[in-house]
């Protein structure tokens, strides 16, 4: 028996917590692409944004102001459960016998578990300050659902979300959750919008995706007056309010005195990589520090390892503004695994700039080694991961076995975005021995790929 006492979670004070976002644009060597408009093939302006976005989200997708303050009114609902807490991982470095130090920061502590009410407060309260009555939305696996669900019950607005098929049916507990907080939900495509009539004809279309679902969205709050939309990934805005995560893992580093040799973070739009990852760029762009960033993501939506740097549109129906970003086509439907909310055919157009860059790295990992390892965390550390994370988890495992081989000092620090209890269906599927791997098809890249728009600009 080990009767060794050890420093297991790093806590800030509510007064410690940041008071800012952190915007990575003015450090960058040069800024992205602009988003396009699909029409006038020039970039888009506030007006061209402002049936969808309230104007203090749209001054902050174009801000290259470092700092943005974050309002009082958010800041008073973080505090409900932020600073959350950076946990070290001593019992499960201790199974995997290795000399690496592993650091997550656990975001599964907010009200909807996971990281996604960091952007559904502010959102929302920009919303309802603008006096938008209803917001609409999609959600993968539903903790972006939730989380606005969760925003709008606070400030009084109706929300209405578009869940992916695939998610709608193999997670129902994770739609009853965003009932329970107000919202409508209905599966996509549904029969509500135009365009999900219109894509639901194709039974391909059937288990949904992302980028389906956004259309629905984005196809109600464009033509009511009293509604906008909200997205819980990609856009520059939500990977700035995303930030705090980092901000706060920094801090909470400083206080265990350890400085990381590698941040792990996976990405299905990349909020939750983003938020965790940029301050550390910052601070590696300063030169005090230099940790690889590395990105996972599943290897049956690879779009940064296997897409195109191309524009295209965000989503499927093509009602969103080019962007230039790491693609598989906006009508690639990926195959329907576990962690919905990595089902995207793109990827924020800012982190796809940052690795075209250089400046970080990108790994696919497939999903029965992802929940193999989450259910080593979950007997080690105790914590039942989303299947999302579980991907960072399984890369974090790797390279803690490969310092165990080299014995070099190895420092990681990843972000745990949320718990699994709404998830249980997957891990049974695991368990039983029924999950698979489904290999990446080629063909249909390539048939996906082959209605993304030729643009050339500038």
Not at 234 to 249: F, M, R, S, Y
Request: hydrophobic residues 35%; contains cysteine.
């Amino acid at each position: 028996m080990d009767d060794t006492v050890r420093q297991h979670k790093y806590t800030l004070t509510e007064d410690q917590m940041p008071t800012t976002w952190y915007n990575i644009m003015p450090d960058l060597p040069m800024p992205p692409p602009p988003p396009l408009h699909p029409g006038r093939m020039d970039p888009v302006g506030p007006e061209d944004l402002a049936p969808l976005f309230p104007m203090d989200l749209i001054m902050q997708e174009v801000s290259m102001d470092r700092y943005i303050e974050i309002p009082g009114g958010v800041l008073d609902v973080y505090r409900q459960w932020r600073p959350s807490p950076l946990f070290r991982a001593h019992r499960l470095e201790k199974a995997l016998g290795t000399p690496a130090r592993i650091y997550y920061k656990y975001e599964g502590v907010s009200p909807a578990g996971s990281h996604k009410p960091n952007t559904a407060v502010p959102q929302a309260y920009y919303n309802k300050k603008e006096g938008t009555k209803r917001l609409t939305t999609e959600t993968g696996a539903g903790q972006w659902g939730t989380a606005l669900s969760f925003a709008c019950a606070l400030y009084g607005l109706d929300c209405e979300v578009w869940q992916v098929g695939a998610s709608y049916d193999s997670k129902p507990y994770r739609r009853l959750m965003i009932e329970a907080f107000g919202a409508k939900v209905h599966r996509s495509p549904s029969d509500v919008t135009a365009v999900g009539r219109q894509l639901a004809q194709d039974p391909r279309n059937w288990s949904g995706s992302l980028g389906i679902a956004i259309s629905e969205a984005v196809e109600v709050a464009a033509t009511n007056d009293d509604t906008r939309y909200a997205l819980g990934s990609v856009l520059n805005h939500v990977l700035l309010h995303q930030t705090i995560i980092g901000e706060e893992a920094l801090l909470q580093l400083q206080m265990a005195g350890d400085t990381p040799t590698m941040i792990v973070g996976c990405t299905g739009g990349g909020s939750n990589f983003g938020g965790l990852s940029f301050p550390f760029i910052r601070e590696k762009l300063a030169g005090k520090i230099s940790p690889r960033i590395v990105a996972t993501e599943p290897t049956s939506c690879p779009s940064l390892t296997r897409g195109e740097y191309r524009y295209d549109f965000g989503d499927t129906a093509g009602m969103t503004p080019l962007m230039k970003m790491h693609t598989l086509g906006h009508d690639f439907i990926p195959d329907p695994i576990h962690a919905g909310g990595l089902r995207y055919h793109g990827m924020s157009p800012l982190i796809s700039h940052i690795y075209e860059l250089g400046m970080m790295e990108a790994v696919a990992v497939p999903q029965t080694e992802c929940f193999a390892a989450a259910i080593q965390f979950a007997r080690t550390e105790g914590i039942v991961p989303a299947p999302e994370p579980t991907h960072a988890i399984a890369l974090a495992i790797r390279e803690a076995l490969k310092a165990k081989e080299t014995g070099e000092e190895t420092v990681i620090l990843t972000a745990l975005c949320g718990h699994g209890h709404f998830d249980l269906p997957a891990y049974d599927q695991y368990l039983r021995g029924e999950m698979v791997d489904e290999e990446f098809s080629d063909a249909r890249l390539a048939e996906a790929m082959a209605t993304v728009p030729e643009v050339s600009f500038p």
